[in-house]
């Protein structure tokens, strides 16, 4: 191995066979259960289903194994209050606004909300999700690039341990050559404020190659980290998904072992006492008929199988779950429906624990978002000859609101009222019913609206067009002045 490395005995521990050591026994215990949480997303749930002591290896395989992934509906719940939706970055300088919106125009080059959605995917399961900030020197353009949080190591600074002072990213990969001593390969990929070193290591021939290396142009590490929530103790983020993912696991085992007792248990047993040999003759259309036998008995035995108890403990666990995870009852749905359908108040108000999820990521997102914003355009502008510190960027970040959840008869009495005190317009309206319109987009098709009504005959701001509520007070007010009249009462002056 080169002696002249610019990271020293930094790069003998990682890509030596001592790179566990860089690792404390709860990480590594921690990696490993992200794989598990992995499974768990993707579905991949069978082969946690136990096999219990005494059991057979045929036995165990016949058995029916159900499964049911919670685990994905409820990350997937998370990520679409939060990243699924459009985030605007604001720039004050107009120049730093081009340089984001071309970045992320999906034409040329992606769509950035399918990236944010993957990216908490990430953080939600792996804990924490790294975002490398690259540039293509042939291409001249600035990207984005994932990487879970299992496949990341952080070294402190040596003078702030508080602080990323070095930034490690290690994963193996299956490189297709024949030879086994090649075969799988760990790339690895070493980051500080100064410098950058990229290497190849093969972990059985215990043969490593210097790839690339050289100085850091930005002075920072290009990178931010997403996590669910802060950790005070470690670089990594904290998540749930080890609870839910346990309370999975155990649902998964119940179910299967209530299939087992509907399988066993649900038929009666015919049992014959007999002296001597029986011969029995039985059928749908007859009896049961013992000859030959000087005494004997046959009767049916029919186990209690706990079906209803059992039942009961996997409701308590999909409630349990729900507790934990605090998602709605529409995404952990419930055999047992409700009567009638609730209003969306109702909603609403069962939809204050998932509101505040949401809103606990949003706070642990947004400062690393902005981070991102503002990184992006010191790369972008750096590798075009413009060296460029992410403090002098100036940009803000605004996550979409979610849209309370109302009944069409409450959305309606809601929107009429806020039409009436001006507290929205049409135009918010046309905007809500179609999410990826401009507001200037909505302006021209009302006004085009408007122009074609007035053009068919129709008074736009006549009585006849008038709301329910200036309908009443209309007659209203007709019906007071005839019954004032009966009695004598003169109708009121119009003021001037």
Known sequence: MPTNTIFGSVVDRIIGSSFNDLLTKERQYEIKQIGKYW?????????????????????????????????????????N??????????????????????????ISFFNIVPFFKKCQRIAEVSNTCVVMIRYDQ???????????????????????PKEIGTLVIGYLFDTGIPDPQKRIMKRIEIWDENKWEVWLHSPYAREQKLLDSGDNPYGFIPAIRLVPEEDDNTFYGLSKIGDIVKVNEIYNNLWTALMRICVNQSFSILVVKSEGEVALTIAPTRFLILENTAEGSASY?????????????????????????????????????AASAESGYALRIRRIPIEGEWETRRMSYGPSLRDLGRMTVAVDKTNKGIKTDPASVDVSVKF??????????????????????????????LMRKNP?????????????NQKEMEDLGFNLF?????????????????????????????????SA
Do not use: C
């Open 39 to 79: 499974d768990f997303y993707y579905g991949f749930q069978e082969g946690y289903i136990k096999q219990y002591r005494g059991e057979s290896n045929e036995d165990y395989q016949d058995k029916d194994k159900p499964q049911f992934n919670y685990t994905k509906a409820i990350v997937n719940e998370y990520v």
């Open 81 to 106: 209050g939060v990243m699924a939706k459009p985030i605007t970055f604001k720039y004050v300088s107009a120049d730093d606004q081009k340089v984001w919106d071309t970045i992320t125009n999906p």
């Open 138 to 160: 042939q291409r001249k353009l600035t990207f984005f690039e994932e990487i879970r949080g299992e496949f990341v190591h952080f070294l402190p600074k040596e003078n702030n």
């Open 301 to 337: 035995i029919t186990p209690n199988p706990k079906i209803a108890e059992v039942e009961a403990v996997l409701m308590d666990l999909k409630n349990e779950l729900q507790n934990v995870s605090h998602v709605p009852t529409e995404v952990i749905a419930s055999a047992k429906t």
């Open 400 to 429: 979409t609101d979610t849209v309370p959840v109302l009944a069409p008869q409450e959305q309606l009495l809601t929107d009429e009222q806020d039409l009436r005190y001006n507290l929205l317009t049409p135009v918010d309206l």
């Open 436 to 448: 990826g319109m401009s507001r200037e987009e909505a302006i021209a098709i009302i006004k085009k």
């Open 462 to 494: 006549g009585e006849d067009n008038a709301t329910e509520f200036e309908k009443l007070k209309i007659k209203t007010g007709q019906k007071t002045q005839k019954a004032n009249a009966q009695v004598g009462i003169p109708p009121k002056e119009k």
